[in-house]
């Protein structure tokens, strides 16, 4: 489905990705991983061809797409959530779900999207994708939009970011209707440990490399016992770091 | 009424057929057709072109419509019309002029509003103007919106001119009293060789008197606007002004704000944004599937709606 050859991305002489090789396939649930500044963004942003890498290939579904344009990979069906959700002037709820859909969706199919982010469909389907709405909100209406466009590969660059402990609850649920309905593949960038664990494998960058892939149990295990060995991992905070 | 005639009627006043409620149309500087209800009556002027309208007391949910339409030649059409808006009435009054230029000579329309509000009354004014046509003569269109309002009583303004206009310079004044309120919302957008002026005038003499003004414009190739806000609170009152402009190629805008407070109790807020339409925007669409062409037109649109 997705295959990463030999990316490298440097910026201000600092290496952000460095030759990161990687093979996803169909109808995973990946979760990318790893400390700041370890290249996750920049990755998921190449991928979806808002950063242009400085060397190497992406080939979706065995076609070298590293030269298309941001439209021509969003119609090749590529999906991307962003962190911070853009805000507009005059754009509703409404329009951005039908632009997401690419076609005049139903009002049925439009609440059921908002209501799997937790938002009341009645309420936010007029308003306006702008500063009157507060973080949490433009959140769950990026992720609504992009659920509802059924792309083949779906990235989320942290969907937990600015999402309250109720609306995550609904997160995981989206990802799971992603899941059962569409049968993509789905790349989520996510320090949280419930998006870890619905993850069919985990990669882990770390300073623009990959370190480690693998299951749950065999990353996460790793990744807290090397942290805190022997030592009790209370709160996803070692004791040492206190 | 041709079929220009109708078109242009339709797109400025959205009148499609038969019209309901009161109306007078306007074609090349006279009186084609009127019609006046139990509760709104339209008077012809005798000093100068225009009509005087009456809207009795306590009239409430009816509409007037007064559009007007050029398709002569060279013709200049300056028409004054009188708004006498009875106590508590709730009205809405849909003007606007359409020109349709195939000719080489300038078509203008230069129409002078006044309203004058009583006590408890409340005025939805809705105005589109357009400019259309192959010929090479310029579309001139200079409107100017007086309002006086009483106590209690509050003005919902909505204006807009998208393209087609070679000139404009509007002028909007307001004159309020005490617990009434002047909302006006302005679109514009601008092309080729276009200029469009917007001067808003708004006085608050009353305490609690408010006003909002929202102008979002669009200036592109190598069209200019400029927009000037006078606002001076007088009384305890409140204003926001808040003027939006996207800019693109080698298009020009300038905004220039002016707020007076003479008195403590004024709370008086202006705002500008002039800029391009953001990258990150763009971004945003094209990554739904959107070309640059088509995420820029969806803004655009989105943003004067």
Same mark, same amino acid.
């Given at each position: 489905m997705l295959e990463l050859k030999n990316i490298c991305f440097t910026r201000d002489n600092k290496?952000? #990705? $460095?030759d990161v090789n990687l093979k996803i396939d169909t109808g995973k649930f990946i979760v990318i991983t790893g400390p700041n500044g370890s290249g996750k963004s920049t990755l998921a942003k190449i991928i979806m061809g808002i950063t242009k890498q400085d060397q190497g290939q992406v080939i979706f579904n065995g076609k070298d797409? &590293? /030269? #298309?344009s941001i439209d021509e990979r969003a119609k090749l069906g590529i999906g991307f959530a962003f962190q911070q959700p853009v805000k507009f002037k005059g754009i509703t709820v409404h329009d951005i779900i039908n632009l997401s859909a690419n076609k005049e969706i139903s009002k049925k199919e439009i609440h059921k999207a908002l209501a799997g982010v937790g938002l009341c469909p009645k309420e936010y389907i $007029?308003?306006?994708? /702008?500063? &009157? #709405?507060s973080g949490g909100e433009l959140k769950r209406i990026e992720i609504a939009s992009v659920s509802i466009k059924k792309s083949k590969l779906t990235i989320f660059d942290e969907p937990e970011a600015g999402i309250d402990l109720w609306s995550f609850n609904n997160l995981i649920e989206v990802f799971e209707n992603m899941r059962e309905e569409t049968k993509g593949t789905s790349i989520i960038i996510s320090h949280q440990e419930r998006i870890l664990n619905i993850a069919d494998e985990i990669i882990v960058l770390k300073k623009g490399k990959v370190v480690r892939r693998g299951t749950r149990d065999e990353v996460l295990f790793n990744v807290i016992e090397k942290r805190c060995p022997r030592r009790l991992y209370k709160g996803g905070k070692c004791e040492q770091d206190r | 009424m041709n079929k220009i005639d109708k078109e242009l009627l339709n797109k400025i006043a959205d009148i499609n057929g038969k019209i309901t409620g009161a109306y007078n149309i306007r074609k090349d500087g006279k009186k084609i057709e009127r019609r006046t209800t139990e509760n709104i009556d339209i008077v012809t002027k005798e000093d100068k072109p225009g009509i005087d309208i009456f809207v009795k007391s306590n009239t409430k949910g009816e509409i007037v419509y007064i559009p007007v339409i050029i398709t002569e030649k060279g013709l200049v059409d300056i028409v004054y019309n009188d708004f006498y808006i009875g106590k508590n009435a709730d009205v809405t009054i849909i003007a606007g002029c359409g020109i349709h230029n195939d000719h080489a000579e300038r078509s203008q329309h230069d129409g002078i509003h006044r309203f004058f509000l009583e006590e408890g009354a409340h005025v939805k004014y809705v105005e589109k103007h357009i400019g259309e046509g192959k010929g090479t003569g310029e579309k001139v269109l200079n409107p100017v919106t007086e309002v006086t309002l009483k106590r209690g009583a509050s003005l919902e303004m909505e204006t807009v001119q998208i393209k087609g206009v070679d000139s404009s310079i509007r002028k909007t004044k307001g004159k309020l009293y005490a617990d009434t309120n002047f909302v006006i919302t302005e679109k514009i957008m601008t092309h080729g060789n276009q200029f469009a002026k917007t001067i808003f005038d708004v006085k608050l003499n009353g305490d609690n008197a408010s006003t909002h003004v929202t102008s979002r414009s669009v200036a592109t190739e190598k069209s200019s606007q400029e927009f000037i806000s006078k606002i001076y609170g007088n009384k305890k009152c409140f204003a926001h002004v808040e003027c939006d402009a996207i800019i693109k190629d080698e298009a020009k805008v300038k905004a220039i704000p002016a707020i007076n407070a003479n008195n403590v109790e004024a709370n008086l807020i202006h705002e500008a944004a002039i800029g391009k339409i953001a990258g990150e925007q763009l971004i945003k669409l094209m990554t739904l599937g959107l070309s640059e062409k088509e995420a820029e037109e969806q803004i655009i649109k989105g943003f004067l709606k």
């Open positions: 290496k952000i #990705l $460095d797409i &590293s /030269n #298309l $007029d308003r306006e994708v /702008n500063a &009157s #709405l | -």
